[in-house]
């Protein structure tokens, strides 16, 4: 579902309700207002600081608030960096990562999650936040985002599939076979000064979860991106499977060592467990 910013306190009173935490923020931006550059990610009167600003009034500091960093939803090509030649160009999409990271932070953001998988954005956008007295801005970096076939529903939901048009990430994002390169690109991450590391997808990627949290003991998050939970839910919907398959998925990221999961099954799960 997409909600407007005058009715996302419903799912912010049901969160706080059953104890979730944090909030994650992804807009769904008007067409006319994307182009190649994504500069609508650095408006100050965006979609998501607006919603920060909202949030922060009438919650103050009673939950959390994510702010994603990538130019997807924002670029008219769809992808999460500028493009030149029909490639992605790393250096020149840092420095309007920085740019968003630094308007996220302003406006009371919590967490600033780049998840973009540009080559070292983390400590370049670490050097900026403290530069600009947000030393207690945390990171939590998409560490290991592969480039998964999970994302789908995700994708429609933010308004980027369509201007993607079939287009791969694959140069940027992570090659699906490749567990090796997962533990390189973290253990440059945490170099950088990531507070949290994060893998996408979950569940798939379970290995990886365990790997990273074993090797480096320190915060790991794990995504049930779009794709795992739609179909769990409409399993359960359709009388498939039992309604507790999705704690079970979120044990079983617990299990392999996540910290925290970051899932749309959120106040569903919350719920679940505060009866119990």
Known sequence: YRYSIDNISKIIDKALKNKVPMIALFPHTNTKLKNVNGS???????????????IKNKYKNH????????LDPYTSHGHDGLLKNNRIVNDETINILIKQSLLQASMGCDVIAPSDMMDGRIGVIRSALDANKNKDTIILSYAAKFASS?????RDAVGSKTNLAGASKKTYQMDVRNSDEAL???????????????????MPYLDIISKV????????????VSGE??????????????????????????????????????????????DE
């Open 40 to 54: 609508e990610a650095f408006n100050e009167n965006n979609l998501v600081s607006k919603a920060i600003v909202a």
């Open 63 to 70: 939950i959390g608030i994510m702010c994603d960093v990538a």
């Open 150 to 154: 999970f994302y789908g529903p995700f």
């Open 184 to 202: 390189h690109v973290v253990a440059i991450d945490v170099d950088e000064g990531a507070d949290i590391v994060m893998i996408k997808p979950g």
């Open 213 to 224: 949290k074993e090797k480096f003991q320190m915060p790991t998050f794990a995504y049930q």
């Open 229 to 274: 939970y739609s179909m769990l839910s409409n399993a359960i919907s359709q009388g498939l499977l039992d309604k507790s398959v999705m704690l079970e998925s979120i044990v079983s990221f617990k299990r392999a060592g996540s910290d925290a999961v970051l899932t749309y099954a959120a106040k569903q799960i919350a719920k679940e467990i505060k």
